[in-house]
C-alpha cells in the first residue's frame, strides 16, 4: 500500500485522506492519487473478499468493515443468440454491487472516528450503506425517494438504519441528505472517492476471473457511473504495470426513458445537456445529472467504448429473457443484457469477443415487477 492524497478533479487542490471530507472546499468531486496497483503475487488469495485487493487500496485504512463482498461467480451462457459471460454482483451480502463500495467507504469511515452517516438512495445503496453501517457500528440515516419499493425499504430498515422517504425527484431527495448532512457525515456512494475503492475491485477480480488476461468489452449498466469509473481505475492501474496490453472497450447501458450520459457522449460533450426524462423500470439508473459526469465520459471515451440507450419495452423483454435462462435479475441490471444484444447485432461488439456484462442486482428486490410483468396477483 502506497501513501495517497485527495484530489480535486477540477481544481487540482490537494487534501489529507485522514480528515473526514466527500467533496472539495468547492464542491467539486474528489479522486486519489498516488496509488500504482497490484500484480498477482500482491493479491491475498486467503482472503475470499474484495479484501484480498487491499494492496491496491490507499493505506490510510487501519480497520476492514467486511461482510464477504466480492468473488461474485462469472458464468458463460448464451443470450439472444450470443455468447457472453455474465457477472453475477448480486451475490453480495445485501443484493447488489454496491457492497463493494459500501465495504471501503465504511472501512475508512470507522477508522475516521465517524459515528454517524446519511446517504441518499434510490435502494440499494442506501441498502449497502446500512448494513456495513451496521457491521461497523455507524448509525445510519437513508434518504430515500418515497416511490421506492417496498421490498428495500424493509431491507434498509432491517439493518437498523432510519429511513427518510422524500416526495418529489431524485434530486429532491439529495437536498434532503444534504440539509441532514448539516449534523452528520455525508456518506454519499456517488461522492466518496473510497468508495470507487471498492467499485474497482470489480475489474480486478474480472481480469483474476479471466486468468489474469482483460476482457475485449465490458457492458455496465449505468447510472451514476460508479462501475465505469471502477473498471477504469482498475484497467488502468494494470494497463501502467504492463499487465494488461490495452484498455477493454467500456460501455455505458441507459434506460432510454433518462440517458443523460449517453446524450451527453453522442453529442460529444463534456458538460450535462438538458433532456427530457420519464419514469423507468431501471429505477437503479434514474439520476438525471450524475455528479461525475465528465469522469464517466472520460473514462468511456479512453477506453474506445460507448453508451447505448435502450427502450422499456426491451429492458422487460430482457429482464424476463434472463430470468427464462435461470437469471433473476432486477431490471435495472437487465439494461445490459438488452444493450449486448444491441450492440453485437448492430455490430458494434463482435460475438467472438470476450464480452462481459454486469448484472448488478438481484430480482428479489423487484417482485411487483414479476408480479405484473407474469399476471401474478
Known amino acids: 500500500m502506497v501513501e495517497s492524497i485527495l484530489i480535486d478533479e477540477k481544481g487540482g487542490e490537494e487534501y489529507s485522506i485522514d480528515v473526514p471530507r466527500w467533496c472539495s472546499d468547492e464542491r467539486n468531486p474528489l479522486s486519489i492519487s498516488g496509488l500504482r496497483g497490484i500484480t498477482e503475487c500482491q493479491i491475498d488469495k486467503k482472503e475470499r473478499s474484495i479484501w484480498r485487493y487491499r494492496n491496491a487500496f490507499p493505506e490510510n ?47 475508512l469511515l470507522k477508522h475516521q472516528n465517524i459515528s454517524e452517516v446519511v446517504e441518499d438512495s434510490s435502494g440499494n445503496g442506501g441498502a449497502a450503506i446500512a448494513a456495513y453501517g451496521a457491521a461497523a457500528g455507524i448509525k445510519v440515516n437513508i434518504v430515500a425517494p418515497e416511490s421506492t419499493s417496498a421490498a428495500k425499504v424493509a431491507q434498509i430498515k432491517s439493518y437498523g438504519a432510519k429511513i427518510h422517504l422524500i416526495p418529489g425527484t431524485r434530486e429532491d431527495t439529495e437536498s434532503a441528505a444534504l440539509k441532514m448532512a448539516e449534523t452528520c457525515f455525508y456518506a454519499s456512494h456517488n461522492w466518496h472517492p473510497f468508495f470507487l475503492q471498492g467499485t474497482k475491485t470489480l475489474g480486478y477480480e474480472l481480469w483474476e476471473d479471466l486468468n489474469f488476461t482483460a476482457p475485449d468489452n465490458v457492458i455496465i449498466p449505468t447510472g451514476a ?32 426513458n433518462c440517458s443523460p450520459i449517453n446524450t451527453a457522449f453522442r453529442a460529444g460533450v463534456n458538460s450535462h445537456i438538458e433532456d427530457s426524462f420519464s419514469s423507468t423500470i431501471a429505477e437503479g439508473t434514474a439520476i438525471k445529472r450524475p455528479i461525475r459526469l465528465n469522469s ?47 450492440l453485437v447485432n448492430n455490430g ?27 399476471g401474478i396477483s
Open 61 to 107: 485504512i487501519s480497520t476492514k468493515v467486511s461482510l464477504g463482498e466480492g468473488c461474485t461467480p462469472l458464468i458463460n451462457m448464451e443470450f439472444g443468440g450470443y455468447n457472453a459471460l455474465f457477472k453475477l454482483e448480486w451475490f453480495a451480502p445485501t443484493g447488489s454491487f454496491k457492497d463493494r463500495g459500501a465495504s471501503v467507504m465504511m472501512s
Open 225 to 256: 457511473g460508479s462501475n465505469v469509473l471502477g473498471c477504469d481505475i482498475a484497467f488502468q492501474e494494470l494497463k501502467a504495470l504492463k499487465l494488461i496490453n490495452k484498455l477493454p472497450r467500456l460501455f455505458a447501458a441507459q434506460p432510454k
Open 296 to 342: 464517466v465520459l472520460n473514462a468511456l471515451r479512453r477506453s474506445s467504448g460507448g453508451t447505448i440507450a435502450v427502450r422499456e419495452n426491451e429492458i422487460a423483454q430482457a429482464t424476463l429473457d434472463l430470468a427464462a435462462k435461470g437469471l433473476y435479475a432486477e431490471p435495472t441490471c437487465a439494461t445490459a443484457a438488452a444493450a449486448f444484444y444491441e
Open 348 to 374: 458494434t461488439v463482435k460475438p467472438e469477443e470476450t464480452t462481459v456484462v454486469i448484472l448488478t442486482g438481484t430480482g428479489l428486490k423487484v417482485t411487483n415487477f414479476y408480479q405484473q410483468s407474469l
